[in-house]
């Protein structure tokens, strides 16, 4: 995966590099330009000049050209090039003149929309009622935005034919997650969809979907959520492919009966279990992961002692016992788990104990390996015991 991530890296680095080489290698700054940059750029043709507004984000083009002279603005306005609109810290009287010049006009070329600053109110009425409009509008990214303006915004996209990519980080607390999401899986082209919304208390969970499912494959959860509410979630997904939760909790209730839904996409899981007991996890392992070919799985845990369940995930056996029968396809384990305590000679000897089962012929014929550290803090010792990836 980082492979592929670094090769897909060095493509952009290198159509970027063939852009600049384009213009001779011309810098346009988006505060100021010289003269000496004025007459380098005048002498360039009008489909070269394209290729540096493709290159730039729309913004920070806005800023550099639409005021340098009537050609350049008559270039931008004049365009067909879709627009990737990133506006971060801006002041009023800025983003009143950018809605007016380049949102309003050009509002069916925007295909990528990034607000990642806390809006005033004004500024957000301004914005928000355009959103219906927006019917080329591909990606939405809202950063630090608060929580009072979510359920409006996710209101206004519920008409936008092709939005395929969400992501929504609030800066505060909302009271009822529940209404994000049922809005969020009623948004009809969605793909994929990264959400961060921390709750004032735990809420209760959804009901199961029967007839109205999401159209996303690739799910990002980065706030609290229980084991009951991911059960009920999941039902509304069936198309699901990747699933990452940032901080998966314990379950309120016995867990033990089989689930009905069936997720034959989900092949990529990467978790991060807050006390979830190992009994719980094979559970939602069996209900959901039969396809799942690569997992990745964080534990932590204060203290270490043998008689704590979270030693359980330190069971070769079980986990052995649990990929053999629940995790046929499984290719890729990517384990770690992290003791805040482990101090005396004694719990370091248990430790060492069941780690070492995880050198069987099982854990060699997968090419699994793993390794252990501890590390001297402050007022204790901790330990990590983690996977050794040779994929």
């Known amino acids: 995966m980082e492979q592929n991530k670094r090769s897909r890296n060095n493509i952009i680095h290198d159509y970027n590099d063939n852009k600049r080489k384009k213009i001779?290698?011309?810098?346009?700054?988006?505060?100021?330009?010289?003269?000496?940059?004025?007459?380098?750029?005048?002498?360039?043709?009008?489909?070269?000049?394209?290729?540096?507004?493709?290159?730039?984000?729309?913004?920070?083009?806005?800023?550099?050209?639409?005021?340098?002279?009537?050609?350049?603005?008559?270039?931008?306005?004049?365009?067909?090039?879709?627009?990737?609109?990133?506006i971060s810290s801006i002041s009023k009287s800025k983003f009143?003149?950018?809605?007016?010049?380049?949102?309003k006009p050009h509002i069916n070329r925007i295909n990528s929309?990034?607000?990642?600053?806390?809006?005033?109110?004004?500024?957000?009425?301004l914005l928000f009622p355009l959103m219906t409009n927006l019917i080329r509008l591909q990606a939405l990214t809202l950063i630090d935005i608060e929580a009072k303006y979510i359920e409006e915004i996710l209101n206004y996209l519920s008409s936008l034919p092709i939005l395929s990519s969400l992501i929504i980080i609030s800066i505060d607390s909302i009271k009822n997650p529940n209404d994000i999401y049922y809005k969020i899986f009623r948004l009809s082209a969605l793909k994929y969809c990264q959400i961060s919304i921390e709750m004032k208390q735990h809420s209760r969970s959804l009901s199961i979907a029967t007839d109205?499912?999401?159209?996303?494959?690739?799910?990002?959860?980065?706030?609290?959520?229980?084991?009951d509410q991911l059960d009920s979630l999941l039902s509304y997904v069936p198309q699901l492919r990747r699933l990452s939760i940032g901080h998966l909790e314990e379950s309120?209730?016995?867990?033990?009966?089989?689930?009905?839904?069936?997720?034959?996409y989900l092949t990529s899981v990467s978790i991060e279990l807050d006390y979830v007991s190992f009994k719980d996890f094979e559970v939602l392992v069996a209900n959901y992961f039969h396809q799942v070919q690569i997992l990745r799985i964080r534990v932590f845990c204060i203290i270490f002692s043998v008689n704590h369940n979270q030693t359980e995930y330190l069971n070769a056996d079980g986990w052995q016992r649990l990929i053999s029968t629940c995790l046929p396809n499984l290719c890729v384990f990517d384990f770690q788990h992290t003791y805040r305590i482990l101090s005396s000679n004694d719990q370091r000897q248990a430790f060492e104990t069941l780690i070492n089962k995880f050198n069987s012929s099982f854990w060699?014929?997968?090419?699994?390996?793993?390794?252990?550290?501890?590390?001297?803090?402050?007022?204790?010792?901790?330990?990590i015991f983690y996977s050794i990836n040779p994929y």
């Open 24 to 86: 001779n290698k011309t810098t346009v700054e988006t505060n100021c330009l010289s003269k000496e940059y004025i007459t380098n750029l005048e002498d360039l043709s009008n489909e070269l000049i394209y290729e540096i507004f493709e290159f730039l984000d729309c913004h920070h083009t806005f800023q550099a050209f639409y005021d340098l002279n009537q050609r350049f603005r008559n270039l931008f306005l004049h365009t067909n090039l879709l627009i990737k609109i990133n």
């Open 96 to 103: 009143e003149s950018y809605v007016k010049h380049i949102i």
């Open 113 to 125: 929309l990034r607000l990642s600053n806390p809006f005033t109110a004004d500024m957000c009425l």
């Open 212 to 227: 109205k499912f999401s159209s996303i494959e690739h799910l990002i959860i980065n706030n609290d959520i229980s084991i």
């Open 252 to 264: 309120t209730y016995n867990r033990t009966q089989k689930n009905s839904i069936n997720l034959t």
């Open 364 to 383: 060699i014929q997968h090419q699994w390996f793993f390794d252990f550290q501890y590390h001297d803090i402050t007022w204790s010792n901790a330990a």
